[in-house]
C-alpha cells in the first residue's frame, strides 16, 4: 500500500513558476514509476509527465515539454514536479500516481493517487 500526499498548489500569475511535492508513504517508492496527471474543469484527466523508479528516464506531455521538470527523491519518498513559464492553460487540479511497473501515460495503470492539489494561473 502507498499513500499519496501532493503539496505545493496555489494562485500564480502567469510567466510564474510553482514547485509540486508528492510525498510518499511505505518503504518501496523507490520500485514505482511516478506519473503527474492533471484535470481542467469539464475535462478529462490528462497525463503531464512521468518518471521511470530509478529516475532515469523521464517523458512529458507536448503541452508541457521545455517548462515543465520531473524529479524524485527516493531517499526522501518524494516525488516533485517544477512548472516554469505557467499559463492560463495550465490552470487544473494536479495529481501525482504510483505505477508498481514504470511511468506510463495511461492513467489506467496507475494503482495509487492522491488527491490533487489546485494550481491556478491568472492572466
Known amino acids: 500500500q502507498v499513500q499519496l500526499v501532493e503539496s505545493g498548489g496555489g494562485l500564480v500569475q502567469a510567466g510564474g513558476s510553482l514547485r509540486l511535492s508528492c510525498a510518499a508513504s511505505?518503504?518501496?517508492?523507490?520500485?514505482?514509476?511516478m506519473g503527474w496527471f492533471r484535470q481542467a474543469p469539464g475535462k478529462e484527466r490528462e497525463f503531464v509527465t512521468g518518471i521511470s523508479p530509478g529516475g532515469s528516464l523521464t517523458n512529458y506531455a507536448d503541452s508541457v515539454k521545455g517548462r515543465f521538470t520531473i524529479s524524485r527523491d527516493n531517499a526522501k519518498n518524494t516525488a516533485y514536479l517544477q512548472m516554469n513559464s505557467l499559463k492560463p492553460a495550465d490552470t487544473a487540479i494536479y495529481y501525482c500516481?504510483?505505477?508498481?511497473?514504470?511511468?506510463?501515460?495511461?492513467?489506467?495503470?496507475?494503482?495509487?493517487w492522491g488527491q490533487g492539489t489546485q494550481v491556478t494561473v491568472s492572466s
Open positions: 500516481a504510483a505505477n508498481k511497473f514504470n511511468w506510463s501515460p495511461d492513467k489506467q495503470l496507475y494503482t495509487y
Open positions: 511505505g518503504r518501496t517508492f523507490s520500485s514505482y514509476g
